[in-house]
């Protein structure tokens, strides 16, 4: 269902446990509350609308306030949303609509999200004529067209995402492996294994014969190590024997 009316027996249950699967707003409100009379309407409509991506659990504070106390409602309508057991988002007051709809968009995910997520080309191709300057679509989309060897659509691609280390990294590659730089295949071949800390290590040792690529090779280990993030130790230790092959 996509509204739920809670109380203080079952809030665990309905409103934290919940949350883990699906973003559950809470509507804080009171019988004798006008406001509250005309945001509720609003707040349904908008739950309804993404029926099976979030709910709406409506709190009577009157009749619940433990739940008040605990959450130190002040003042009513209190619209909070939870995620994974934690208040993500919240406001207090009437709002109008439109303000209501970007609330709700902001905590489930969009078409393009989707689509980004089921990967295949025809759904992030979908994804980028929604909206067209997506980085992770691009890069997406890019590996596949690599993986199929048509790489002058897949650096186009990748050129128009600037800033990103993926991008970066990937279009390093894909120049690279057009050029034929000595020592690379094997690092890439280990990289396509799943190997990236091999990966990492024969980029780093093919620094010295990349005469003329060096900045590839450091874009294409840059975009590697930006996957383990930046407290990896591994991912450390490999930026500062980069620095050294570099510097």
């Not at 996509?2 to 109380?7: L, R, S």
């Not at 939870?82 to 009437?94: H, Y």
Request: hydrophobic fraction near 45%; aromatic fraction near 6%; charged fraction near 30%.
């Amino acid at each position: 269902m996509a509204v739920i009316d809670v109380t203080e027996a079952d809030f665990q249950e309905n409103v934290i446990d919940q949350s883990h699967e699906r973003p559950v707003v809470v509507d804080f409100w009171a019988a004798w509350c006008g406001p509250c009379r005309m945001l509720g309407p609003i707040l349904e409509q908008a739950a309804r609308k993404r029926e099976g991506d979030v709910v709406l659990a409506k709190i009577d504070t009157d009749a619940n306030r433990s739940l008040a106390a605990r959450f130190r409602i002040q003042g009513i309508p209190a619209v909070k949303a939870f995620k994974d057991g934690k208040v993500v988002a919240e406001f207090v007051g009437a709002q109008p609509p439109a303000a209501v709809e970007r609330f709700f968009d902001s905590l489930v995910p969009s078409e393009a999200d989707r689509l980004v997520e089921a990967g295949d080309e025809a759904s992030l191709r979908r994804a980028l004529e929604l909206e067209p300057t997506r980085a992770d679509a691009k890069v997406a989309l890019a590996r596949i067209l690599h993986g199929r060897g048509e790489n002058d659509e897949a650096l186009k691609l990748l050129e128009a995402v600037p800033g990103d280390h993926a991008a970066q990294g990937l279009a390093a590659r894909i120049r690279l492996e057009q050029a034929g730089t000595p020592g690379v295949q094997e690092a890439f071949v280990a990289l396509d294994a799943g190997e990236r800390e091999r990966a990492v290590d024969l980029l780093i040792e093919a620094l010295g014969s990349a005469d003329g690529h060096k900045d590839d090779v450091r874009q294409a280990i840059v975009g590697i190590l930006d996957e383990f993030g930046v407290e990896h130790p591994f991912a450390r230790d490999a930026r500062r024997r980069l620095a050294a092959a570099l510097y």
